[in-house]
C-alpha cells in the first residue's frame, strides 16, 4: 500500500497521525496487527474456544444418556422376567461404572477448553468493565501456556467424583434398589430374611456372597465419590466448593489434586480463585560482541529489561558486556531468533527462575 504523502491528504488530522503511528501489537512475515484488530482476534478466538467447550458438554450428555438408556433396558428386563435375572442388573452396574469413567476422561478435556473460556471470561473481558481497565499482566502468558503446553488442569479423581456427584450416584441408587426389589418381590414376596439371601444367588454363587460384593463395590464407588468432594480445581461449571475445614481430608484432597504452581498475587489471595497457573520464568545470559544491537531489539519487540553485566574471558583476556535478560517460557524462542539474527555466534546461558520478581512480571508483595 503507498503511503500518503504529507501534505497531500485531509488524513494528517492529529487522531488520523496517532492511528496510523499506533505502533502493532503483533507482526508476522511483514504483517501488522493494531490493537482493534487484535481485539477482533481475541473476540472469535473466544467464539472457537466457547464451541469446543459445548461440543465436549455436549459428549458429557451423550454418555450419561447411554447409561441411563442401558440401565432402564437393564431393569425393564429384569423385572419383568418371572425367573431370577440378577447377572443382567451386575452386569449392567458394571457397564455403568464403564460409562462414568469414559464420562470423567471426556470431563478432563472439557475443562481444558473451559479454563481457557474462564480465564478470557476473567481476565480480559471483565477487566474491560471495572478500573484500571486493563487486563491482568499474566492472562496472555497463562493462556498461551496453555495453548503450548496443554494439561489438564484436574485430576481423574475431581472428574470421577464431581460425574458420579452429580449423575451416576442417582443411577447406581436405582439399580441397588432395582436389585433389591427383585429378590423381595420374584416369584413371590420372601418371608424371610434367609429367603431374600437364597434368592440374591447368581448361578453356583451363593448369596451372601453376591450382597457382600455389591456392597463393597459400590461403597467403594460411593466412598470415592465424596471423598472427592473437597477437590477444587474444576472452573468451567458453577460447582459447590466443599471442605476447607477438616484437616485430615485437606490432607486427602491435596494428594488427590493437579499439582502447579499458583500465582501468588495479591488479587488471588483476597478475590476470587482465578484459573491458571504461574508461568514458567526463565533469565538469559547472552555474551556477544554486538551488545548494543541486542539490547535494542530486545527492548523494542521483546519489550522486556536488558541489564549489561560487565565481564571478563579468563581465557582470552577480553573484556565483554553480558546481557541478562528475565523472559517467560514462551518468549524464548523469539529471543533466541533475535540473537541469531544480530549475532550467530553469541554464548547463551539459559536458566530456570524459581521466581522472578517486579514489573512485567509477579508484583512485589507489599
Not at 442388573?89 to 462414568?100: D, E, P, Q, S
Not at 487486563?135 to 503450548?148: G, I, K, M, T, V
Request: some cysteine; overall charge positive.
Amino acid at each position: 500500500m503507498a503511503e500518503t504523502e504529507p501534505n497531500a491528504s485531509a488524513t494528517d488530522a492529529p487522531g488520523h497521525e496517532r492511528g496510523r503511528r499506533e505502533e502493532p501489537v503483533w507482526t508476522y512475515r511483514g504483517y501488522h496487527m493494531r490493537s482493534a484488530e487484535f481485539n477482533a482476534a481475541m473476540v472469535h478466538y473466544y467464539r472457537a474456544e466457547i464451541q469446543r467447550s459445548n461440543t465436549w458438554r455436549n459428549r458429557l450428555d451423550n454418555t450419561t444418556n447411554w447409561a441411563v438408556v442401558s440401565t432402564g433396558a437393564a431393569i425393564s428386563f429384569s423385572l419383568s422376567a418371572p425367573n431370577n435375572h440378577f447377572g443382567v442388573i451386575v452386569l449392567n452396574t458394571l457397564l455403568v461404572t464403564l460409562f462414568l469413567w469414559i464420562e470423567a476422561r471426556r470431563y478432563r478435556y472439557y475443562e481444558l477448553w473451559s479454563v481457557r473460556t474462564r480465564l478470557m471470561e476473567t481476565d480480559f473481558f471483565a477487566a474491560m468493565l471495572v478500573p484500571p481497565f486493563g487486563p491482568s499482566p499474566e492472562w496472555a502468558e497463562n493462556l498461551a501456556d496453555s495453548l503450548l503446553q496443554p494439561e489438564f488442569p484436574i485430576s481423574v479423581w475431581e472428574a470421577f467424583g464431581r460425574r458420579f456427584r452429580r449423575n451416576y450416584m442417582w443411577i447406581f441408587l436405582i439399580l441397588g434398589a432395582a436389585w433389591a426389589l427383585k429378590s423381595f418381590l420374584h416369584p413371590v414376596p420372601a418371608v424371610s430374611l434367609a429367603d431374600f439371601v437364597s434368592r440374591s444367588a447368581i448361578g453356583p454363587i451363593h448369596g451372601g456372597v453376591v450382597i457382600a460384593a455389591g456392597l463393597i463395590y459400590n461403597g467403594a464407588l460411593f466412598a470415592i465419590g465424596f471423598l472427592t468432594a473437597g477437590l477444587n480445581q474444576a472452573s468451567g461449571e458453577v460447582l459447590p466448593k466443599w471442605g476447607g475445614n477438616v484437616p485430615l481430608m485437606n490432607l486427602v484432597w491435596r494428594a488427590m489434586e493437579v499439582h502447579e504452581p499458583e500465582t501468588e498475587t495479591a488479587h488471588a489471595k483476597t478475590g476470587p480463585q482465578r484459573p491458571g497457573r504461574k508461568r514458567n520464568q526463565l533469565l538469559a545470559f547472552i555474551i556477544s560482541n554486538k551488545p548494543q544491537a541486542l539490547s535494542d531489539r530486545v527492548l523494542k519487540e521483546l519489550r522486556r529489561g536488558v541489564t549489561a553485566l560487565h565481564g571478563k574471558g579468563m581465557y582470552a583476556g577480553q573484556e565483554r558486556e553480558v546481557l541478562m535478560i528475565a523472559v517467560t517460557i514462551t518468549e524464548m524462542q523469539h529471543l533466541k531468533a533475535i540473537v541469531k539474527a544480530e549475532d550467530p555466534n553469541a554464548f547463551c546461558i539459559v536458566a530456570p527462575a524459581q521466581e522472578i520478581i517486579g514489573r512485567g512480571f509477579q508484583p512485589l508483595e507489599q
